[in-house]
Each structure stands twice: as C-alpha cells, then as structure tokens.
C-alpha cells in the first residue's frame, strides 16, 4: 500500500518519524501506536506507584525512577518517533547519540561540580561572620 | 561496475552477479522529506540539551528552598497523573492524525487533531490552575531558588506546549485549506516529531520534578 507521498523514494534512509520505506498498512501503523501506548501507560503507572510505595528500600526509590524513566523514553523513541536500530535509520539515531551525550555531560557534569562546591563552601552562616 | 551484465565475469570473484548496486547504493541527493524531517531531529536533540540544562538546575538548586515550602509540601500527584494522561493520550493521537495524513484522509486526520487539540489544552489548563494556585500561597518563583527553577522548567515545557496547539491548529487550517501537498506533509512530519518530542520532556519532568522532588 503506498504511503501517498509525492516523492520518490530512492534512497536508502528514512526520515526521522517515518515507519515505513513503503509505508506499512493501516493495521501494522496502528497496532504500532497501541503497543506503544500500552507500554508507557504501564511504565508510568509503575512509576506513581513506587513514588508512593513503602514496600520497597527508600534509597532505591530515585533509581528506580529514572530507570523507569530512562525506558519510557526508549518506548516513546522506537513506538511514536519510530526511532530504530535499522540500516535505514543510522543518521537518526547517530544525531540521537550524540544528543544524549551531552545531555549527559551537562546535567552529569552539573551536579559533579556543584556537590563539590557545596561540599567544599564554608557553612553559610560563618560567611556571614566574616562579611561583619 | 554499471549496468547489469559484467562485461568480465571472472572479475567477480564473490559470484555477486551485480548485485553490488544494491544495499548501499547513493543516487544522488536524498528526497526533501528526509533532509527537512532530519534538520528538524537535529532541532529537537538541541531543544532536548537546553531542557537538560534546565533539568541540571533545577537538580542543583532543589534543596534550596531559602525556609519556604518544598516539594513534598506543594506537589499534589493526582493532578500530575492526570497531566501525564493528557498529554500521553495526545501524543497518541497525533501518531493516529500522521497515519491519517499518511493515508490523506482528511476526515480522519482532522478529527484525530482536534483531539489531540482538546488533551493538549486540558494539559495546560491543569498547569495553569496549579501555577495560579501556587502563586496564590505564596510559593510563587520569586519566593526560593527552588521554585525559581520549578517554574522555569516546567514553564519552559509549558510554553513549548502551547507554541504546538499554535503549530496544531495552523496545521488544521493548512490540510483544509490546501490538502495534502508534499510540503504540508512535511509540516505535518515535523509536527509529529515535535509533538512526540514534549511527551518525552514530560516524562522527565514528572519523574524528576514531581515524583523524585516531592519525596524531598
């Protein structure tokens, strides 16, 4: 079934948020946004109920969040941006790559830094002091 | 090696038979969709690393709340619950509008926007009363850095949402007014990617914000 476009598509790479090279049938498009639907609601579902949960060790609490986190976005990417580990889909997910190291680097190197200062910093009340 | 027939078949020691023009073939200059809708990707990652920045504040500055309220104090969960599903439905929804455009049926793709419409501005009604609220007790984002950082994250994520119901309903009027032509599929593409985009920030900022700052 074509996809309607008025372009030929004579290369081998898909654009970001395109399923198909031919464009997929209805049925396989849709099922596509469902399983995904499904997928997140269950994550975030799993998400409010350990924010809230007593069962399990509290420290562990944060972690399992950004886990959590951390796959939704996965599902999001691969079942609505349609973002794959296909051959047709490298320039895609090498721009991802390097957008998530840098998001990385700047909310990683953020905190690393700060901690360090606040650990570092006299007491605020002592400043204080020797500003009299 | 052009053409199909090898002029030297014993030239061909891997019996590929002219098969090298397959696979990684580059004819020329890749269609307009994929270069428009890659540009666009590449705006999005850059708008993902300015959020991270405000994500990186926000997670420096969440304990300095200067003796004013906290998180755990002002976050109420339900109404973020709800949130999530409004803009996890939209998000939905906009997937079902871009198969409908797919298919260029105008019918469908138009219904299918006007929901994702109508879950977009509940999402920001619900933002708009909770902010109001805050303001209200005093929690406003000039009270503490934390709730400086607070507003600006989230607002940022807010603002981004209403700049896509504009996008949304400029679209609408586009498909109507003009139909399906290459360039407003294109649009709808990069829409699409936009839309999708802010689940994904949202999804960080409930669970960082929401969830991780109201166990503070």
């Known amino acids: ?132 | 090696m052009a053409g199909g027939a090898l002029a030297y078949p014993h030239a061909d020691p891997h019996h590929l038979g002219g098969m090298q023009a397959t696979g990684t073939a580059h004819t020329g200059v890749a269609p307009k969709r994929i270069v428009t809708g890659y540009g666009f990707w590449i705006f999005i990652l850059s708008d993902m690393v300015m959020f991270s920045a405000f994500f990186a504040t926000y997670a420096v500055l969440l304990h300095q709340t200067a003796g004013g309220p906290s998180g755990r104090e002002l976050f109420n969960l339900r109404n973020v619950a709800i949130e999530t599903g409004c803009l996890l439905a939209s998000s939905f929804t906009c997937g079902f509008a871009s198969i409908a455009a797919d298919f260029r049926n105008r019918t469908w793709f138009q219904i299918a926007m006007a929901v994702t419409c109508v879950f977009g501005l509940a999402f920001l009604a619900i933002e708009g009363r909770e902010f109001a609220d805050l303001v209200e007790r005093g929690a406003g984002p000039t009270r503490s850095a934390f709730l400086s950082a607070f507003f600006t994250l989230v607002g940022c994520h807010g603002l981004h949402v209403s700049a896509g119901e504009l996008w949304l309903l400029t679209m609408m009027a586009q498909v109507f007014a003009k139909g399906f032509r290459a360039d407003i599929q294109r649009r709808i593409l990069c829409f699409a990617l936009f839309w999708h985009a802010l689940d994904i920030i949202w999804i960080a900022v409930f669970t960082i914000v929401y969830l991780i700052g109201s166990a503070q």
């Open chain 1, 1 to 132: 079934m074509s996809n309607g476009y008025d372009e030929t598509h004579d290369s081998h790479d898909l654009a970001p948020g395109d399923e198909y090279l031919e464009g997929g049938s209805l049925g396989e498009r849709a099922l596509g946004y469902v399983t995904g639907l499904g997928l997140a609601v269950l994550l975030t579902a799993t998400s409010f109920f350990v924010a809230g949960t007593d069962l399990v060790w509290q420290p562990s609490i944060p972690v399992a969040l950004v886990v959590l986190a951390i796959a939704q976005m996965g599902v999001h990417l691969v079942f609505f941006l349609h973002i794959t580990t296909g051959p047709d889909n490298t320039n895609n997910v090498l721009a991802l790559a390097f957008g998530v190291l840098i998001v990385l680097l700047v909310i990683g190197g953020s905190l690393w830094i700060m901690s360090h200062l606040n650990q570092n910093m006299m007491p605020m009340d002592q400043i204080m002091q020797m500003q009299r």
